[in-house]
C-alpha cells in the first residue's frame, strides 16, 4: 500500500524557518516525481512545488519561489520542503503528494498533511 | 499562469439527484485537467485525470468530460459520501494551477 506520512510542521514566528519532510512507502519512490500542496484555513488548494525523481527538474509557485526549497533523498525515500522567511500568508496545511503515473503531475496519493501557522 | 473558474460555488441538491460541476481555464490545457474531491478534515482524493480518465477505486457514478477551456464533472446519482467539497487542476502549464472549488451540499 502507498503511505505518505508528513511531519515537521508547527509554530513559527514570522521571518522564521521550517523543514517538513515526507516519508513514503509502497511503491519504488526514485521513479516518482513528488510535491507539495497547501491549504491555508478555509481556503482552497494551491501548488507548491514539485521535484522529479532524479531531482533534475524542479519547480516552484511563484509566491515561495526563492523562500521554499524542495529536495528528496531516494535512499531514504523521503521529500523534504524547507522553508526559509516565513510569512503570514504561508499558514497552511502542507500536503506531500506522489504523482500518479512517472511525469504525469495528477496528484495521487496524498499524505494526511503536516499544519503550519506562521505567527508570532 | 493558467486560472481556472469553477461553478457554481455551492450546488444545493438532494441524494440521488445528478451534479454537473464547471471549470473553465483561462486557455486551452488540451485535456490536461484533473477532478478531485475533499471532505471536511480530509485530505483530498484524485477522481479523474486526463478529463475524463477514472481514477483507480472510484466509483463508476463519478465522470468527466470536455477539452480546451471547458469541462464538466458529473456525478450520475448523488451518495451521502459525495457531499464534499471539488477542485479542478490543470497540468498543461507551469504553475500547476486549482480552482476554487465547488461545494456540493444536501438540500
Known amino acids: 500500500e502507498v503511505q505518505l506520512v508528513e511531519s515537521g510542521g508547527g509554530l513559527v514566528k514570522p521571518g522564521g524557518s521550517l523543514r517538513l519532510s515526507c516519508a513514503a512507502s509502497g511503491f519504488t519512490f526514485s521513479s516518482y516525481s513528488m510535491n507539495w500542496v497547501r491549504q491555508a484555513p478555509g481556503k482552497g488548494l494551491e501548488w507548491v512545488s514539485s521535484?522529479?525523481?532524479?531531482?533534475?527538474?524542479?519547480y516552484y509557485a511563484d509566491s515561495v519561489k526563492g523562500r521554499f526549497t524542495i529536495s528528496r533523498d531516494n535512499a531514504k525515500n523521503s521529500v523534504y520542503l524547507e522553508m526559509y522567511s516565513l510569512r503570514a500568508e504561508d499558514t497552511a496545511f502542507y500536503y506531500c503528494?506522489?504523482?500518479?503515473?512517472?511525469?504525469?503531475?495528477?496528484?495521487?496519493?496524498w499524505g494526511q498533511g503536516t499544519p503550519v501557522t506562521v505567527s508570532s | 499562469e493558467i486560472v481556472l473558474t469553477q461553478s457554481p460555488a455551492t450546488l444545493s441538491l438532494s441524494p440521488g439527484e445528478r451534479a454537473t460541476l464547471s471549470c473553465r481555464a483561462s486557455e486551452s490545457v488540451d485535456i490536461y485537467l484533473a477532478w478531485y474531491q475533499q471532505k471536511l478534515g480530509q485530505a483530498p482524493r484524485l477522481l479523474i485525470y486526463d478529463g475524463s480518465t477514472t481514477a483507480t477505486g472510484i466509483s463508476a457514478r463519478f465522470s468527466g468530460s470536455g477539452s480546451g477551456t471547458d469541462f464538466t464533472l458529473t456525478i450520475s446519482s448523488l451518495e451521502p459520501e459525495d457531499f464534499a467539497v471539488y477542485y479542478c487542476q490543470q497540468r498543461r502549464k507551469w504553475p500547476l494551477t486549482f480552482g476554487g472549488g465547488t461545494k456540493v451540499e444536501i438540500k
Open positions: 521535484i522529479s525523481g532524479d531531482s533534475i527538474y524542479i
Open positions: 503528494t506522489r504523482v500518479v503515473k512517472p511525469a504525469a503531475y495528477w496528484f495521487h496519493p
